[in-house]
């Protein structure tokens, strides 16, 4: 069973950086395209980042292009969310999930995302 644990997250002043982690066990993470969700409080889950299992498709929402980078490593089962230049408006808990569909480069639809973990607090704050 595949099982992802964030971490990474903390309080971070505005224009600042954090790199957060998503570590894969139970299962091969090759096998799995990877997204990056965010909720703050009071709001619904947001997109805000995918890549596919090959790591050559990639997807981010338009609130962070240019800002956040996802990569991933799959010799050590981690998908990583680069982010900077954050704002207040990036507070939220983030998580990441897991898909199995489509080939190697195919980026899922957020629908597509089944497993996940339990989230990292990101909070940017002056």
């Known amino acids: 069973q595949l099982q992802l644990v964030e971490s990474g997250g903390g309080l971070v002043q505005p224009g600042g950086s954090l790199r957060l982690s998503c570590v894969a066990s139970?299962?091969?993470?090759?096998?799995?395209?990877i997204g990056w969700f965010r909720q703050a409080p009071g709001k619904e889950r947001e997109g805000v980042s995918r890549i596919s299992r090959s790591g050559y498709g990639v997807s981010y929402a338009d609130s962070v292009k240019g800002r956040f980078t996802i990569s991933r490593d799959n010799a050590k089962k981690t998908v990583y969310l680069q982010m900077n230049s954050l704002t207040p408006e990036d507070t939220a808990v983030y998580y990441c999930a897991a898909a199995m569909v489509g080939t190697s480069d195919y980026v899922p639809e957020e629908a597509d995302f089944t497993s996940w973990g339990q989230g990292t607090q990101v909070t940017v704050s002056s």
């Open positions: 139970g299962f091969t993470l090759d096998y799995y395209s």
